[in-house]
């Protein structure tokens, strides 16, 4: 079975420009939660979605958003670029949600210059 | 909120035995337990629910007090290959959320 895949793995933009991280999850599931991961903050929670409906987004200001399509495929986009959203974004997809084992894509590293 | 991990750090030698405690403020539902490798995707190593089990796979097994919020991984005759960033998720009451704690880094010494 494929595993968790994210486009593009690594990206180089500009503060101010606009990003958009595509993630496809294990055929099955339904679940696509979204992290960021830096060496001074870990793991930070950004959001979940289930059959297309966001079920709860992390404190992230309003500049990072996210979508789920049908196929269960997620994107997520960080608009208004700052220094601070350097970062490497991952993806995880789970049959259900939290409760279930998550399977970590290998992440897209996002470097703001 | 953030779980907390402890130790932050630990080396061990090949064989030694190692125990990475995860303690949360809030009632939890689950508690995950993953290991990262430099450079490499989180990898799951074991979920424990609502209900005080015990697992373990191989020479790595957790607990879970949900009395107390906390959990533990223990690691047993550790080999080369359990050097890595562990981190603990955890999932509060109709959170539909995992938080993860800061990681505790293993190193494995021949």
């Known amino acids: 079975k494929a595993g968790v895949t994210q486009t593009p793995r690594y990206l180089i933009k500009t503060r101010g420009q606009q990003v958009t991280l595509s993630c496809s999850p294990i055929s099955g599931h339904r679940s696509v939660s979204w992290y960021q991961q830096t060496p001074g903050q870990g793991l930070q929670f950004l959001f979940e979605y289930f059959s297309e409906t966001q079920r709860n987004k992390g404190n992230f200001p309003g500049r990072f958003s996210g979508r789920q399509f049908s196929n269960s495929r997620s994107e997520m986009n960080v608009s208004t670029l700052e220094l601070g959203d350097s970062a490497l974004y991952l993806c995880?997809?789970?049959?259900?949600?939290?409760?279930?084992?998550?399977?970590f894509g290998p992440g897209t590293r996002l470097t703001v210059t | 909120q953030q779980p907390v991990q402890s130790p932050q750090a630990v080396i061990l030698r090949e064989g030694e035995d190692a125990v990475i405690n995860c303690s949360s403020s809030?009632?939890?539902?689950?508690v995950h337990w993953y290991r990262q490798k430099h450079g490499e995707a989180p990898i799951f190593l074991m979920i424990?629910?609502?209900?005080?089990e015990q697992k373990g796979h191989d020479k790595i097994s957790a607990s879970f007090n949900e009395k107390k919020q906390q959990s533990s991984l223990y690691l047993t005759a550790s080999q080369l290959s359990y050097s890595g960033t562990y981190f603990c998720?955890?999932?509060?009451?109709?959170?539909?959320?995992?938080?993860f704690g800061q990681g505790t880094r293993l190193t494995i010494n021949p």
């Open positions: 998720g955890t999932e509060g009451t109709g959170a539909q959320k995992l938080v």
């Open positions: 809030k009632a939890l539902y689950s």
């Open positions: 995880a997809s789970s049959l259900e949600g939290p409760s279930y084992e998550q399977y």
């Open positions: 424990l629910l609502k209900g005080g």
